[in-house]
């Protein structure tokens, strides 16, 4: 069974920097996507950044060069480190994955809906954790 537990987030200044942890308890999957998606009150949810199994990253245009996600294997979490944080990337951020369905499938690399759109292929995510940004 999958869970996704975030931790970090909290209220910042602009211009401040915030990070967000996500402990991951799942099978040692070989291939998979993982990532952190966000959501404000009245507002699309939007994919923000991208890992996959092999450490290749992408981002949302709207966070390139703030915001950088890392992953540590040993310790089974996922992190997004946020600089220069902007009110409007005040939201509910979530942690997410696509792990195989199934033993014999292969994950191919995060899909470009992770950080290009609502990152709806991914198959599990996490309570969340909200991020406020005030001027």
């Given at each position: 069974q999958v869970q996704l537990v975030e931790s970090g987030?909290?209220?910042?200044?602009?211009?401040?920097s915030l990070r967000l942890s996500c402990e991951v308890s799942a099978n040692d999957y070989s291939s998979y996507c993982m990532g952190w998606v966000r959501q404000?009150?009245?507002?699309?949810?939007?994919?923000?950044?991208?890992?996959d199994s092999n450490g290749i990253t992408s981002y949302a245009d709207s966070v390139k060069g703030r915001f950088s996600i890392s992953q540590d294997k040993q310790k089974n979490t996922l992190t997004?480190?946020?600089?220069?944080?902007?009110?409007?990337?005040?939201?509910?951020y979530y942690c997410a994955a696509i792990f195989p369905a199934a033993p014999w499938q292969t994950v191919l690399g995060c899909p470009r809906s992770?950080?290009?759109?609502?990152?709806?292929?991914?198959?599990?995510s996490g309570q969340g954790t909200q991020v406020t940004v005030s001027l």
């Open positions: 987030g909290g209220s910042v200044q602009g211009g401040g404000a009150p009245g507002k699309e949810r939007e994919g923000v950044a991208a890992i997004l480190e946020m600089n220069s944080l902007k009110p409007e990337d005040s939201a509910m992770s950080v290009e759109g609502a990152g709806y292929e991914y198959n599990h």
